[in-house]
């Protein structure tokens, strides 16, 4: 039995990236543990969030499934950011822990091409540096064109509970570590990451009354698919309910803290955690000016009990998460149904991917997800997306899809892990993007649709649909910057009455939308417009912020110039005479494709790259 | 490789000419903007043109202007080279006014390094430009530690750090929207931090400015109408420091006449006009354009004869110079007075002087001394950045902090406002040569207790 790709784990990465593949028609096999665990969400029960959720728009403008299961599966929507400005609005989803995986199940039993088995991959073949197939656990040998390992936390993972430490993958899963073995054997470099995750309770045995409720957003129903309509009722939405650590809580941990495995528990932890997820301890130790810390109890489902407790993940004993737990407000009489732990596992040093998510040692292997030192979801899925896309266009021998940074986040995750590498596992920020005007929340179809066309990933009549709304922007826009408002007595008194400056000249309705208190509602009164909201909001955002958003562009291009000026493949750095040596040894590891992505590199330094350049120019006059 | 540079091509200090190369598309447009004669944009190629450097209405240099277009120069882009004449101070000033109309510094070497890519010189030579790149890169670095003193370097610093945490904090406010015990930055709140942060950035650019006066001298013009005793006030400034006096090239038509040390602080005396060889500057000064020569120097001695009345010609050039630094000098105090004194009553600084006996010349050492803060500041503490690329990043970033109240006035979103402050954050960088984007992401870490 040959397959075009073998995906090997049925996390958020490997579902997006067998769909992909199946949908650009090739024979696809997903290879998973437990076909229960499909599209499982060990942590967190949420999709979504600031940048994050950003992404999971982009997945479906790609073409990705994550957005509309979301969608389907969601207990409460809020829109994050609502008040500040256009290019940090993002959306987040409660979303039900068991309704995710059964709908991620669904979708990949009804997609043609794609096959599920179960079973524990263990080696890769490998002939001649190209993958040719995967050997499981039980013998068999599978063989593949192309093979995406999406792993997750399963490679030679433990788990972390005060001084113990267990082999096994989250909750209980088996882990693997024959795959380990197997590419170090390919001398491939891999790092320890640990990542952590809260205690679960009992919902019934929390007094909701010492708690805030937080519910979701009710202004509008938001989906994150464009492409689906919500289906959804406001009022059936779940709430999350927060609270606040206290000095008990405090003073427990503080007279435990050496019980904790990172603390002294264990003394023999390699992995390296999350700064942006830092266990209980951690906070209370490196913060230790801070009296409280704020807590969500968030809800796992509408069809059991469990309730996380967001902000609370730690690697104590079980007896002291216990009484912990009971020191918080409501929760007095709390039964954890899960403990919290930390889990240890391998991942690949990123920097030796190229930026299509292909391996450099072993052509037409793939790697996404947190094999590849993310952490999170959505950064998982939309790797998964790109290495599923990239896989199948490897086999057509096409080249690769690779995102620029100022096209989506998703353009600047994948470069940011092949030019810095990861030292803790990488987590989206906005603060990551440098064209975040650019890669806004409203917009992820204007950006990316096109290449899901390209690739046959969206419905024609979507397609068409999409293209509509492109159209409708422009004539709004063009109809508002061609109309101008003439002043009159009447115009003048609406002005004022609405707290704005009187005109004297004709302004046109495009600038005259540029003031702050002018709403699209008050240029109806004058000037006929019957778009649909979307396209309204496109409309806007492009008058009101003009000035940002073109500054943001003229450096898009500043950056897309130097991205144009490419390395070729085979040069060798050692051959660059005046190269300062730590450029030299980073550029060997990273060995970028072009200036731009060199400029990126720290230690890297500007010199290096004009020296690179001239080196490059002489190459040229060479030949 | 698109923009367009400009670095002074001359090494600085040295012959009486420095030439400011700007090179690249932009090249000639940058130059129009700041120089007044021909049009520079209908000149023809390989031409060479008189006329002024001007800083808004201000003379800044009187030059002489080459024009060479794309291909065949140099770098084969347009080129545009400026000689100017005003020594160190107005070169710098020159350079800085190209930086801030849209032109880039060059970077070591850069020129020779387009004038490579495009093709200008050939293969043999290319091992020789990386050799080049490396070493002034090196020479570089080297004089940018120097010229940033300790403190000015401290000082910037500071600022950064400051900033940063501004900027950590917003965008906390976007990454972690829902912890609520950090505090959320509203427009309001930015306000006072900007005016801080001006506040501290004036001041550097004023250090600085003075800072170049400690370096470069201030530039002193003696004038008054025909035998009010300019010359023997100028004969005595220099006698008094004899051992110093020399003869330093400025520009072609003013001569620096000699440099006084006034406790460690140079007094360039400029002969305008040659006062000793015309005698009739006040008649030239009646003409706009010898009124703009006085404009141009850092002070004016405006000297009077005690012994005769002041006429309306007096009046109406010290009204002219309300706003700048003078002094008026009451010279021939020892004959009999018939001047008016009720008639410069609104005057500031005035000094009673005798050229016999020296009297009034350790007054008017104070009043210069007061005048540019020279008894606080410390010459030995540097604090000030010298070089004209930094000096344009300080100005520059005054510029965005404006932007940025405007901004709050429009009521444009905070994360907007934002993209204003990362620039200022990083020019400050590029003063004090660190530029990394990664110091934010463990800024936020640092600062504030996240996660889940």
Redesign the interface.
Known sequence: MKYDVIVVGGGHAGCEASLAAAKMNKKTLLITSNIMNIADMP??PSIGG??KGIVVREIDALGGVMGKIADKSQIQMKM??DK?????KALRAQVDKKIYPEEMLKELKNTDNLEIMESFVSELVVDMNKIVGVKTLDGQELKAKSVILTTGTYMDSSILIGDKREASGPHGEKTINDLSKSLKKHNFELIRLKTGT?PRIDKNTVDFSQTRE?PGSKDKKYTFSFKGRPTYKYDDQMSCH?IYTNSTTHEIINKNINKSSMYGGLNDIEGVG?????SIE??IV??AD?D???L?LEPESRYYDDIYI??L?TSFPKEIQEQIVKTLPGLSNAKILKYAYAIEYDALKPTQLHQSLETKMIENLFTAGQINGTSGYEEAACQGLLAGINASLKIDKKKPFILKRNEAYIGVLIDDLIT?GVQDPYRL????A?FR?ILRHDNADLRLSKYAEKYGLIEEEEYKKFQQKERNIQKLENKLKENKLKPSEEVNAELLKIGSSIIKDGITFFNLLKR?EITISFIKKFINIDDNEEVIEQVVINSK?EG?IN??YREAEKMI?LENKKIPKNIDYNKI??LASEARQKLNEVRPTSIGQAIRI?GV???DV??L???L??GG??E | MDDTIVGISTTMGVGAISIVRLSGKEAIKIASKIYKGSNLKKVKSHTIKYGHIYSGDEIIDEVLVSIMKTPNTYTKEDIVEINCHGGITTTNKVLELCLTNGARLAEPGEFTKRAFLNGRIDLTQAEGVMNLINSKTEQSRKMSINQLGGSTSDQIKKLRQYLIEIIAQIEVNIDYPEYEDIEVLENEHLKPKLSKIKKTLSKIIKDSEQGKIIKEGIDTVIVGRPNVGKSSILNMLIDEEKAIVTDVAGTTRDIVEGQINLDGILINLIDTAGIRKTKNIVEKIGVDKSMQLLFKNDLVLYVVNNNEDITDEDIEILNKLNDRNYIIIINKNDLEQKLNIEKLKKYKNIVHMNTITNEGLEELKNIIKKMYNLETFDSKDMTYVTNAKSLSLLKKSLKEIHKIEEGIEKEIPIDLLEIDLKQIWSNLGEITGETLHDELIDQLFNQFCLGK
Do not use: W
């Open positions: 942590c967190n600031s940048a994050l950011n500040k400005g256009p290019a940090v809260p937080e927060l999350p700064r942006y997820c830092p951690d906070k490196r913060f801070k409280k810390h704020q969500f967001q902000g993940s810095k920020l906005t603060s990551r440098e005007l702050p912020y940002y500054k943001a110039r005479q005046n720290s330094n500007p010199s004009s020296i350049m001239v080196y120019k002489k006059l060479d």
